[in-house]
C-alpha cells in the first residue's frame, strides 16, 4: 500500500459523502485495483435512511496489514474528514475502521457512536447487519444485482438457497412473490438472523423454510422439499470441515437436474478472483449438460475491476 495515494482515496470519499447515497453501498472499491497502492481498501456505507432520517456510518476496511507509515497516514485523512463540512452534513454517525487481516476482524470506532445491529436498506427492503463481532457484517454488498435479479424472477416459485447466510435472495424472493423458499447453511446463527431479516420486512413466515444442516448430508431432505424453479447457489470459496470450492462445487452441480423442474433456473456464484466463469461454464456441462448457460449478471458499477473475471461471477442457467 502507497499512502502518496491516499489524496486520490480522500477525493473518492468527499465526492461520495456530498450526496450519500439513500441505500447502502460501496463509495470506495480498492479491490478492484483501479487505484494503484489503494488495493486493499475499501469503504462501505451503512444507511438506511429509516422513518425519513438519515443514520449512516462509514465503514473504511483494510485486508491487509499495512506498513505503520500508510497506517498513520490514513488515520490522519479520517481524522481530517470528519471536519469537513461534507462530513458534517452527510448525516454521518460513525466512522469505523476495520482490520480484516487482524485475528478476530476488529473494528475501531474513530468517530461518532458505533451502532452495532443498523437496519439497512437495498432495493425498498430491509437488512440487519452486525458490526463489531464478525469479519462480515451480514451482506455482501457486490451482489446487489443478483438479489434484485432474484426478486424480478421469484414470482410464484419455488426457490432454494444454498448457503444461505442471512437470507438475503430470500429476502428478495419473497418481496417478488415467491411461492416458498427453502434456505439451507451450516451456520444456524446466520438463519436466525435471516428470519430477523423477513421479519424486518413483514414477510409471512410459513412460506420459508430455514434448514441448519451441512448440504452434502442433507440430500434427501432438500429433494423432499422439491422440486424448484429456481435454485440459488452462493458458497464461500472455503468453509473448514465442510466445503472447498474447486473440490465440491461439482458435487452440487451434478445434483441438479434431480431438484428441478423441467423448466428450472439455477443462478450459480463464484466470488473467487483466481477462479473465471469457465469453472462453472465448463463444469455445468459436465456435470448437468440439460442446463443451458444463460447468461452473467453485471456487477454493481462502483465494484468495476480491472479484470472482469476477477471481480464475483454470477451465472444463469436454464433447463429445458
Request: proline share 5%; net charge negative.
Amino acid at each position: 500500500m502507497d499512502a502518496t495515494a491516499l489524496p486520490i482515496f480522500q477525493a473518492q470519499l468527499l465526492t461520495a459523502l456530498a450526496e450519500p447515497p439513500a441505500d447502502i453501498r460501496r463509495l470506495f472499491h480498492g479491490r478492484g485495483r483501479r487505484w494503484p497502492g489503494l488495493e486493499q481498501l475499501t469503504a462501505d456505507w451503512l444507511d438506511g435512511q429509516l422513518d425519513g432520517r438519515s443514520d449512516g456510518q462509514l465503514l473504511v476496511s483494510l485486508f491487509r496489514e499495512p506498513e505503520p507509515e500508510f497506517l498513520d497516514a490514513l488515520l490522519t485523512l479520517l481524522t481530517e474528514l470528519v471536519s469537513t463540512e461534507i462530513w458534517q452534513q452527510s448525516g454521518a454517525t460513525a466512522l469505523l475502521l476495520q482490520h480484516r487481516s487482524r485475528e478476530g476482524s476488529p473494528l475501531e470506532v474513530l468517530w461518532g457512536e458505533l451502532e452495532p445491529n443498523p437496519v439497512v436498506r437495498e432495493h425498498g427492503l430491509n437488512y440487519q447487519l452486525t458490526l463489531g463481532r464478525n469479519q462480515n457484517h451480514g451482506l455482501f454488498l457486490d451482489m446487489r444485482a443478483g438479489r434484485q435479479w432474484v426478486r424480478e424472477q421469484a414470482k410464484g416459485k419455488r426457490v432454494l438457497n444454498l448457503f444461505a447466510y442471512t437470507c438475503g435472495f430470500s429476502v428478495a424472493a419473497v418481496a417478488g412473490g415467491a411461492d416458498h423458499v427453502v434456505n439451507l447453511d451450516m451456520a444456524r446463527s446466520s438463519l436466525a438472523r435471516g428470519r430477523d431479516n423477513h421479519r424486518l420486512n413483514h414477510h409471512d413466515l410459513s412460506k420459508i423454510s430455514f434448514l441448519g444442516h451441512e448440504l452434502f448430508k442433507s440430500w434427501g431432505k432438500v429433494r423432499k422439499l422439491g422440486p424448484y424453479e429456481l435454485i440459488i447457489i452462493d458458497p464461500p470459496s472455503f468453509q473448514k470441515g465442510s466445503f472447498a470450492l474447486t473440490r465440491d462445487y461439482h458435487k452440487i452441480l451434478r445434483r441438479l437436474p434431480e431438484l428441478l423442474t423441467e423448466q428450472g433456473t439455477v443462478l450459480a456464484c463464484v466470488n473467487d478472483p483466481d477462479i473465471d466463469c469457465r469453472f462453472l461454464i465448463e463444469g455445468m456441462a459436465e456435470q448437468a449438460p440439460e442446463l443451458r448457460f444463460v447468461e452473467r449478471l453485471d456487477n454493481p458499477p462502483e465494484f468495476a475491476d480491472i479484470d472482469n473475471e476477477a471481480g464475483l461471477k454470477a451465472l444463469v442457467f436454464a433447463q429445458g
